[in-house]
């Protein structure tokens, strides 16, 4: 059953912790992606990867961070830092890289609550 | 700041009534890709154009792509209580690999 998965499905942390939010992938997928959505914004890129032990920053990669280790799983970190850290965090995925662009695959989503 | 402005943010619509939304960026995009998302759920891959003045039809829906590439819509013909949702753009610019989301369209169809 191929696809693209996520834990927890909802995840409530005090402020001040850092907590890291799971995104596996088994669809071969090269590039993988981390999107912020709060309601009325849309999604907002936090970080991709294009390929093992690379990513890039996003426009909101302040308070985040990443790991690539392997081409199956993304985690996303959400730290202290973060100012405003509850949202809704959706993982992608999608073939190719480079040039060639295709379709994103999300998963079910993460809903981080931080009082 | 936001770089792909999408209209309206929601739309109410009678059953049977056809439905727009438009997607507007400053700058000339790549390529578009469009995404529906429905309540409780996560976005859903649509379609992608890549040509300007590309237009391309799934069922009642039909995509267009700016002959500019820096506009985009969606229209549906005859909505059904199945197309409820938030319908996304998202823009490629340049050469990079960063999409830009618009902020979305929620569609709501009454029956």
């Known amino acids: 059953d191929g696809g693209i998965t996520q834990s927890p499905k909802y995840l409530f942390r005090k402020e001040g912790q850092n907590v890291t939010l799971s995104c596996e992938q088994n669809?071969?997928?090269?590039?993988m992606y981390w999107y912020r959505q709060d309601p009325g914004q849309g999604l907002r890129l936090i970080y991709y990867?294009?390929?093992?032990?690379?990513?890039q920053k996003g426009d909101i990669a302040e308070g985040y961070s990443v790991s690539r280790e392997k081409k199956e799983s993304f985690p996303l970190t959400v730290t202290s830092a973060q100012k405003n850290p509850t949202a809704f965090y959706l993982c992608?995925?999608?073939?190719?890289?480079?040039?060639?662009?295709?379709?994103?695959?999300f998963g079910p989503g993460t809903r981080l609550t931080v009082t | 700041g936001q770089q792909v402005m999408q209209i309206p943010q929601y739309q109410h619509v009678q059953e049977g009534e056809d439905f727009t939304t438009y997607c507007n960026s400053s700058?000339?995009?790549?390529?578009i890709q469009w995404y529906k998302q429905r309540p409780g759920g996560h976005p859903v891959f649509l379609i992608q154009?890549?040509?300007?003045?590309e237009v391309k039809k799934q069922k009642r829906l039909t995509f267009q792509f700016g002959e500019a590439k820096k506009n985009s819509s969606l229209h549906i013909t005859a909505t059904q209580t199945t197309d409820v949702g938030t319908y996304f753009c998202?823009?490629?610019?340049?050469?990079?690999?960063?999409?830009?989301f618009g902020t979305g369209t929620s569609l709501t169809v009454i029956p």
């Open positions: 992608a995925s999608a073939p190719g890289q480079g040039f060639l662009v295709f379709e994103q695959y």
């Open positions: 998202a823009g490629l610019m340049g050469t990079g690999n960063q999409f830009y």
């Open positions: 990867s294009q390929i093992v032990n690379d990513f």
């Open positions: 154009l890549v040509k300007s003045g």
């Open positions: 700058t000339t995009l790549s390529n």
């Open positions: 669809l071969n997928h090269d590039a």
